[in-house]
């Protein structure tokens, strides 16, 4: 089977000999109870290993576990044993988790139960209207629906995350542009951080150099995170731990996001997002329940914090212009005319230059060119990029990338084209399908614009700083005795 | 039974030498090796003498020199991870490129017959194409489809169409699609170990390679609407295995060279023997048969490693070994 995850992922990779990777550095921890020797172990029909004491009884042992966590602190590998990594953000953690809340409510122990968030992203949305020839605004219901079926409590659209993120990014942009005049090094191009793949290749194989770069904007599904669980929860009156936050996704890589340490609270024990679950494993599990998902009743996407505004208020899917994997560089371009520039209502042009995924964009003025942007999407053209950036030679002040050929509507988690079509051809479709949709627009946002009020405390808050931002960690390559090379 | 008269011994490289390219006037010699240098020789007064050493350009072991068509460029591939270009613009060698992006030991270099295009391929089993414009090198591709470490890359003698072989025991054929992406064609399945090597025939229709299962293959093109009804799909060439050599080497063969002049094949085996085949003037083209004509015992005291037939001068061969060095032989009848 392919993997789900991106091209930058995979290549980080190395399982020659044995799995998880040779150059795995887990410190594997063993709970010293106290000092035996000569224990025999023995290994039972189903594998498990069990412990025979002198006294001649046995006990199971534990078995050492790798989490997605760990794999993420490790310069080593990531992908080598999906199976085992991506366990406890599977669809069978959270059909698991599902069950044993309606346990709690059958048994009366209400109390115990917890509240089930669904926040959907649009491209899987678009994935799965086309997969089941449903228009994007049923295929939404119909997922609301089935969520709602199968026990979630509470099913959120993402356009406000969505739209934080871009406002946070282009605010960003404009002060990172401004210190770049005052010659601060590390500040420009300014590049995109809402795609994982990218953001942990970028971690793992170029570190300090490429991080200072990288927007500290967290993505749309953290951001999302934060909100479920720090805001919506004050507004429900439940403790963070007591919810449980799915996103519903494009591709794997934010499986990986999710189990960063940045979005995990210690002190609660609880994660911004507790799993993410993708197009593909969506289609899955609505085969293997025999489904549907034409034949699924439709419900509501919730509310909880308004409408995007009164004038389109049946409106429960939003796209953003320019590219299908959130517009990042179109709308910054266009904030940073306006802002650095005076010029509004600038058109946004982006060019194919050596291959449709890699284009360019330039605000010119007078014959001077004011603001170069590009979208770099695919392993190639990030190694490109990336060549460039080392031998000084970018001439960018933006750039959008993501790690996937055609960005997120083609993600490495959506479902598989059928009847031969090739997936530029199926992104494609998706991208028209994309533009179709009613466009937001980040700063008429009413959910957005009142969330910086009700929750935040004002833009430029510290409160918005510790909720919308993030930070990168350089992972050092690891020089160990099993890795050594000749 | 042919023979093959042993020329000239060089030595020089400390530690084993992995690999030997001819430049394409066949004029001079490139090897390379454990000692992470490049030697270059030419042929004066007829005896070959050294005339460069680059040993500047690598931290780790150079696996794999190729010059390039124009013979004005040579890419080095290295276990540092990297590809070095060389070049010859300020009188002698020098290194101005650096192809970085693999992740681990690069193990195969090869330029295009334009040499508009380069491959490289890794033990972090991806392959990659380059696109050359002066003097710039833009990845064009990373192609992660073999399972397992990728062991050579060789492009086709007259289209931009490749070849890989890897660990995984497949061959891959890679063209560019509509899309400008590299995609895999056609996955040579027969192998029973690693491919270590292959070799197009002189008009690229025709494929050998070598494997750790001790046996050369011969691999037909058939494209779509073929004379022998061979049926194709999407419009793509099937490459069928139409002959395997085996029975003949004892160990396992780590290179193999299709003479593009005298259609002479020849191996390089575990065994430190050199051997040399051809076909059969019988030989049905469907099913060709090919018969040893030359078995060359202890042409090296320690494996051999490579083997490649001069461009220009038909039936010069040199070979590179694990016994650090180089040979030039000469084939004859």
Redesign the interface.
């Known amino acids: 089977m392919a993997s789900r995850f991106s091209g930058a992922l995979q290549l980080t990779d190395l399982d020659d000999f044995i799995t998880p990777s040779l150059e795995c550095i887990k410190p594997i921890e063993i709970p010293k109870s106290k000092a035996k020797t000569g224990a025999k172990i023995k290994i039972q029909e189903d594998g498990a290993y069990v412990e025979l004491n002198e006294s001649g009884t046995s006990e199971k042992l534990q078995k050492v576990e790798i989490t997605l966590a760990d794999c993420l602190a490790c310069s080593g590998c990531i992908t080598s044993a999906e199976s085992v990594l991506v366990t406890q953000q599977s669809q069978e953690e959270l059909l698991r988790v599902l069950q044993e809340n309606q346990n709690f409510r059958e048994n009366g122990k209400q109390e115990e139960a917890r509240f089930i968030v669904v926040s959907l992203s649009v491209q899987p949305v678009l994935s799965l209207a086309e997969r089941y020839g449903l228009d994007p605004e049923s295929a939404t219901r119909k997922l609301a629906g089935h969520f709602r079926q199968l026990g979630a409590d509470m099913i959120l659209d993402m356009t406000a995350a969505d739209d934080f993120s871009l406002l946070e990014s282009a605010r960003e942009f404009i002060e990172r542009y401004k210190s770049s005049q005052d010659n601060v090094k590390g500040q420009i191009p300014m590049l995109a951080s809402s795609c994982p793949g990218w953001v942990c290749y970028a971690e793992k194989t170029h570190g300090n150099f490429i991080l200072p770069y990288i927007s500290v904007t967290k993505s749309p599904q953290q951001v999302m995170g934060s909100l479920v669980k720090y805001h919506l929860t004050k507004y429900k009156g439940l403790p963070p731990e007591r919810v449980y936050h799915i996103s519903v996704m494009p591709c794997y890589d934010k499986k990986l996001e999710a189990s960063r340490e940045d979005f995990y609270n210690e002190l609660k024990q609880t994660r911004d997002v507790d799993c993410v679950i993708t197009s593909i494993e969506l289609e899955n599990m609505l085969i293997s329940q025999g489904v549907s998902l034409n034949d699924v009743e439709s419900g509501e996407i919730d509310r909880p914090f308004g409408a995007y505004n009164k004038e389109q208020s049946d409106k429960i899917l939003w796209g953003h212009q320019g590219s299908g994997s959130g517009g990042y560089a179109h709308f910054i371009f266009q904030y940073a005319a306006y802002h650095l520039f005076q010029e509004a209502n600038t058109t946004v042009e982006f060019k194919n230059l050596r291959n449709p995924d890699f284009k360019e964009a330039v605000l010119e003025k007078d014959g001077k060119i004011l603001l170069r942007f590009a979208i770099a999407n695919g392993f190639k053209n990030i190694q490109n990029l990336v060549q460039k950036l080392k031998r000084g030679k970018s001439p960018y002040h933006y750039v959008e990338v993501m790690a996937c050929p055609s960005g997120c509507l083609n993600g490495g988690a959506q479902i598989r084209p059928q009847d031969g079509l090739q997936p530029r051809e199926l992104a494609a479709k998706l991208e028209t399908v994309y533009h179709s949709l009613p466009l937001s627009k980040p700063e008429e946002n009413c959910v957005t614009l009142s969330l910086y009020t009700t929750w935040l405390e004002g833009e430029h808050s510290d409160k918005s700083a510790a909720f919308l931002h993030t930070q990168y960690h350089e992972i050092e390559k690891m020089n160990t005795a099993l890795a050594i090379k000749w | 039974m042919g023979s093959l008269e042993l020329k000239q011994s060089l030595s020089g490289h400390k530690g084993r030498v992995w690999n030997v390219c001819w430049h394409p006037k066949g004029n001079s010699l490139a090897s390379c090796g454990e000692d992470r240098t490049i030697r270059i020789w030419a042929n004066e007064s007829s005896k070959w003498v050294v005339k460069t050493i680059l040993a500047e350009g690598h931290q ?2 150079v696996r794999e020199v190729s010059w390039s068509p124009c013979g004005n460029y040579i890419a080095s591939a290295s ?1 540092d991870a990297t590809t070095a270009i060389w070049d010859k613009k300020a009188g002698q060698f020098e290194c101005n490129v650096t192809l ?2 693999h ?3 690069v193990k195969s270099v090869s330029w295009s017959r334009s040499g508009q295009l380069l491959s490289t391929c890794s ?4 392959v990659w194409i380059w ?1 050359a414009a002066d003097d710039e090198y ?5 192609i ?1 489809c073999h399972a ?2 990728v062991k050579k890359v060789k492009w086709h003698p007259h289209e931009d169409t490749l070849a890989s072989a890897s ?1 995984d025991d497949t061959v891959r054929i890679f063209k560019e699609d509509a ?3 590299w995609v895999c064609t056609a996955t040579l399945n027969s192998h029973t170990s690693t491919v270590w090597s292959l070799s197009f025939d002189s008009t690229g229709n025709r494929l050998a390679t070598c494997s750790d299962d001790k046996t050369v293959k011969i691999w037909q093109e058939y494209k779509p609407g073929n004379e022998a009804g061979i049926s194709t799909e999407n419009n793509e060439s099937v490459w069928k295995c139409c002959c395997t050599l085996s029975g003949y080497h004892s160990r396992p063969i780590y290179d193999i060279d299709w003479c593009k002049l005298t259609g002479l094949i020849a191996t390089a085996c575990g065994d430190d023997i050199i051997r040399i085949f051809r076909e059969d003037t019988d030989s049905n083209p469907n099913q060709p048969s090919f018969s040893m004509v030359c078995t060359t015992d202890d042409a090296h005291t320690q494996d051999v490693n490579s083997v490649q037939w001069n461009p220009v001068v038909p039936g010069q061969l040199a070979s590179a070994s694990d016994d650090g060095l180089v040979k030039i032989w000469l084939y004859s009848e």
Do not use: I
């Open positions: 780790r072991t276990f970085e992006g992740e681990h030991e033990r972090d089993k991806s696109e833009e990845c064009a591709s990373v992660s397992q470490d660990y899309y400008s992406d």
